[in-house]
């Protein structure tokens, strides 16, 4: 799996001289699945993080869980045949779901997210249908990882990659690797309380960031455009075009978002803020005022190291991640088997 391609220098401790260990590219290959609320992406590259192949098709992933499955199966067959890459070469499946993951039952945390996806066991059933390993992860932990492989923080160990669309999450980089927590629920920043009197939210409680920042909430708050209620993508096309309302309602998230961002950075002291989903590509509407907020309310020693920028990847973010997530548990395992 690995190749020596340089010998360094004896390092001054005297020790023996180190070795460039490099993974060999084309022996082997990892997997990428993404299921969106309507939409499943499948994707293959090798073990040098080179994408070989991808596709994509639309479905209703939400409610019917099954064919989802059964697409993602007949997709992950044909980006093999396409890339050339045979089966026993493949080193496991990752696997994004829009929502909470429950990495110990491999499956959905949350049935009010994933409706038809309830009491489904979708690591043990991609599992047997690939005949791989698989591992699944939340939609903002593999934008995370994408970034982390391929983005924004590659030169980055400790970051945090907040994903602003339909809902608010972020995905927490320390030292390098994923936080997740004990019960996987890390960087649930949506639900940071800013008002406890405020608007009812999904989860139960009130006045978390989501009832005023997320999709819906700005939807709302905008109101009516041209007769009609406008999608989070028609906001995003106006607030770049100009219009007053829908730049102020995106600019005033990016406030609030900023004041949950900056108690994270007092916790965690990141180097940088990655900021992706849909909204992000308003660009400096939505991180100005972010980056205000920030340095309103956090420490100024945390503030002052920050950097607030844009992902570089928006739509396929979750495909690249869920490579990631493959390509990585492998490096680990390599790691594992050189030592
Ligand atoms: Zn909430």
Same mark, same amino acid.
């Given at each position: 799996m690995i190749h020596e391609v340089e010998v360094g220098t004896p390092d001054f401790r005297g020790g023996r001289p180190a070795a460039l260990l490099m993974l060999r590219d084309s022996s082997l290959a990892a997997v990428g699945i993404d299921f969106g609320h309507s939409h499943v992406g499948v994707a293959v590259a090798d073990i040098g993080h080179n994408v070989l192949a991808e596709r994509r098709c639309d479905?209703?992933?939400? $409610?019917?869980?099954?064919?989802?499955?059964?697409?993602?199966?007949?997709?992950?067959?044909?980006?093999?045949?396409?890339?050339?890459?045979?089966?026993k070469s493949v080193i496991g499946a990752g696997i994004g779901i829009p929502g909470p993951v429950d990495r110990a039952r491999g499956a959905a945390g949350s049935a009010t997210i994933l409706p038809g996806w309830t009491d489904l066991r979708i690591g043990i059933e991609m599992r047997d249908r690939l005949a791989m390993p698989v591992e699944i992860e939340n939609d903002a932990n593999l934008g995370a990882l994408a970034e982390l492989t391929w983005g924004a923080g590659r030169d980055s160990s400790n970051f945090a990659y907040i994903k602003v669309a339909t809902g608010i999450g972020a995905g927490l980089v320390i030292d390098g690797r994923l936080l997740r927590g004990t019960s996987g629920t890390a960087g649930e920043i949506g639900h940071t309380t800013l008002d406890e009197s405020g608007a009812?939210?999904?989860?139960?409680?009130?006045?978390?960031?989501?009832?005023?920042?997320?999709?819906p909430a700005i939807i709302k708050l905008v109101g009516l455009v041209e007769g009609e209620v406008p999608t989070l993508?028609?906001?995003?096309?106006?607030?770049?075009?100009?219009?007053?309302?829908? $730049?102020?309602?995106?600019?005033d998230a990016g406030h609030e978002i900023?004041?949950?961002?900056?108690?994270?950075?007092n916790l965690i002291n990141p180097e940088r803020v990655i900021v992706g989903g849909l909204l992000?590509?308003?660009?400096?509407i939505l991180l100005q005022p972010m980056r205000e907020s920030i340095r309103r309310h956090a420490v100024q020693a945390a503030a002052d190291t920050l950097d607030v920028l844009p992902a570089v990847f928006v739509e396929r973010a979750e495909l690249l991640g869920s490579l990631a997530l493959a390509l990585h548990g492998s490096s680990e395992r390599a790691t594992r088997m050189v030592g």
């Open positions: 479905l209703d992933v939400s $409610h019917d869980a099954r064919a989802a499955l059964d697409a993602s199966t007949r997709m992950v067959d044909e980006v093999l045949t396409e890339a050339r890459v045979e089966r009812l939210c999904y989860c139960g409680n009130r006045g978390c960031l989501e009832t005023v920042a997320s999709g993508s028609r906001i995003v096309e106006l607030a770049l075009a100009g219009d007053l309302r829908c $730049h102020r309602a995106i600019s900023g004041v949950a961002v900056a108690g994270l950075c992000s590509r308003t660009g400096e």
